[in-house]
């Protein structure tokens, strides 16, 4: 057994090791504007932010901070007003719609609070349908992992109608896991789920960060979520307001709870 202390963890200083991983997706400066004149709504003001490559990023923020706004954004389902977006290597403003869906196929994967599951097809059927979409083969060494790792072997024939919520969200995490994507985003992927069920999924979300090097980006309400993550990014009124590394729940709790504070006094 090692006797080196570890060093001493607090939550605003990135780990060392951080700083040689690659990012997978950056936004810089970016806004999104919704309307116009008195209407007008400043969804996403200048944000910039990078999440890096095998690293588990939660957002969280007050209900219309931005945070939906911005994985969309991110993700590449919504259009931006001005800024950019990098997914890997890929500039997504210079990408025509074909482009920009054929990247999201390929690179992107989602998990939303609704599984958005076909009923009428299996469970092993919705976990691989992109990738039959897509026309591409899944490895078979990688999809037996995931299936194992989420824990649907027993369940792979049934259809979603006869799988509990819990376990229909873990198809839809299998789903997004399946064809080894570059980023994961979910927006409140364990939002309908019992807080059994939610540990679970985001203890999936965790492994696949830790043992397969995923990169996963999660909004989430909940401090318990987010303590899950490596990473946690504060949005209020479209701003990045401050971030947190190694995340506890009572942490974030505290976090929020002051700038909770602020937002009433300022
Ligand atoms: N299609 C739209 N048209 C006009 N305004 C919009 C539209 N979508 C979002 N907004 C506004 O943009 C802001 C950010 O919305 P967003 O959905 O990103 O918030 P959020 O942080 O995800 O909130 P929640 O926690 O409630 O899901 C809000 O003020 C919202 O009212
Ligand atoms: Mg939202």
Not at 41 to 69: C, H, N, W, Y
Not at 173 to 183: D, K, M, T
Not at 196 to 217: D, H, I, K, P, W
């Amino acid at each position: 057994m090692s006797t080196t202390p570890s060093p001493k963890l607090r939550p605003g200083v990135p780990p060392a090791d951080r700083r040689t991983t690659s990012v997978a997706a950056r936004a810089t400066d970016l806004s999104k504007i919704y309307g116009q004149g008195e209407t007008q709504v400043v969804a996403l003001d200048r944000v910039t932010v990078e999440f890096r490559q095998a690293e588990f990023t939660a957002i969280m923020g007050p209900s219309g901070s931005g945070k939906s706004t911005l994985m969309h954004c991110v993700a590449g389902l919504d259009t931006f007003s001005s800024g950019s977006v990098r997914i890997g290597d890929t500039e997504l403003g210079s990408l025509k719609d074909k482009q920009l869906t054929k990247l999201r196929r390929d690179k992107i994967g989602f998990i939303f609070q609704a599984f958005n599951l076909l009923p009428t097809l299996t469970a092993l059927e919705n976990i691989t349908l992109p990738m039959d979409i897509a026309g591409r083969k899944p490895d078979k060494q990688w999809l037996d992992n995931v299936i194992q790792m989420v824990g649907l072997r027993d369940r792979l024939g049934h259809r979603p109608s006869q799988l509990s919520g819990g376990q229909q969200q873990r198809v839809a995490v299998a789903r997004a896991l399946a064809s080894r994507p570059e980023i994961i985003f979910g927006d409140e992927p364990t939002g309908n789920l019992d807080s059994r069920s939610g540990a679970e999924v985001l203890g999936f979300l965790r492994n696949s960060v830790r043992e397969l090097g995923q990169t996963v980006v999660m909004v989430t309400h909940d401090p318990v979520a987010a303590s899950y993550a490596d990473r946690v990014v504060f949005l209020a009124d479209g701003r990045i307001v401050d971030e947190m590394y190694r995340p506890t729940a009572e942490g974030v709790l505290d976090f929020m709870k002051q700038f909770d504070a602020k937002g009433r006094t300022s």
